[in-house]
């Protein structure tokens, strides 16, 4: 990864952390994709319908 893009994604993630201390935050979900083309996807807080329906999300996206 390009040394700015590693400072730009640390800040966002950096950011949602202390939004998330701040109980700013209730849910989150996203697809993390790593440096050996695999990828997860996180997805915690919220309903149990929300959840699913993230995943649904997140899945319809899959090419």
């Known amino acids: 990864m390009a040394p700015r893009l590693a400072r730009d994604c640390l800040a966002r993630l950096e950011y ?4 998330a201390k701040a ?3 209730d849910r989150f979900a ?3 994709f790593n440096a ?3 990828w997860s996807d996180v997805i915690m807080g919220g309903t149990p319908e ?3 329906e993230q995943r ?4 319809s ?3």
């Open 16 to 19: 949602l952390l202390e939004k």
């Open 23 to 25: 109980g700013e935050l």
């Open 30 to 32: 996203v697809r993390v």
């Open 36 to 38: 050996d083309g695999t």
């Open 50 to 52: 929300w959840q699913e």
């Open 56 to 59: 649904r999300i997140l899945n």
């Open 61 to 63: 996206t899959d090419d």
